[in-house]
């Protein structure tokens, strides 16, 4: 009796979990239509003066991390924004849990473009989107892509805008920070600019990776961490500098504090 009582229960607590992820998916669907309908808007009144589409990818942080607000069983918290000074140009890097990560870094508020697979710029409104914003397009395994990646973030920095890297390269289904590409940190070197470490905490509980089913009551959280200027780090090789700024994040990572 107990036993089937306790199957019941689960049963319509599964039920119940699958109805809430096929409602946010399609409330994501419809809304993504009217955004990148506002978007294409804001594109069209502001590229000519707005060089560096700081105004558009404003409001792509709010489309995004509005997702997160509205959802009543997630709660979110961003701490250390005002360590993010507006006149600075960074190489901006975290660990890397769930698809949600993109959708809580936005909440930042900050002006950077990011570097993502070019499989997302396929996404119909999201992905036209990422195009308005002129993101940069990676497509894994590709020597030639990765070249002409690098060789974007290089212009795009020098013209003044931040770049966010996941140096894992993919997410970490455990939580567990995987070791770094050194990439982005050959790319501080070479450029002399600032690095800026980023922890994010609880993602990977609230949307596992491979998996879209919602699972309940979630905190999440984004936090940012001191920069390190170029003269703490300029004496270190690229893969030196990712191993050193590994370190720093995983000190804040709720995963490797239980380990």
Known sequence: MAKNLSLDVSY????????IT?????YMAVTCIA??????LIWILTILFDRRLVALHMFTCFWGVMYLWLMPWWSTSTIGRE?????RVYIIVSNHQSMLDILIAHGLFFPFKWVSKT????IPFVGWNMVLNRYIRLERGNKESIKQMFNVCKTTLKNGSSVFFFPEGTRSPSGIVRGFKYGAFKLAKDL?????P???????????KGSLNFTGRQNMSIKVLDEIKYE??????????ADEVRQVIIEHVEEHKVG
């Open 12 to 19: 319509k607590g599964n039920l119940f979990h699958k109805l």
């Open 22 to 26: 096929i409602l946010f998916l399609f």
């Open 35 to 40: 955004f990148y309908c506002i978007a294409v």
């Open 83 to 87: 360590k993010m000074k507006r006149n």
């Open 119 to 122: 499989e997302a710029f396929r």
């Open 192 to 196: 002399e600019l600032p690095i800026l």
């Open 198 to 208: 980023v922890v994010i905490n609880g993602t990977k509980n609230a949307l596992p």
């Open 232 to 241: 703490e780090y300029k004496h270190l090789e690229p893969q030196e500098i």
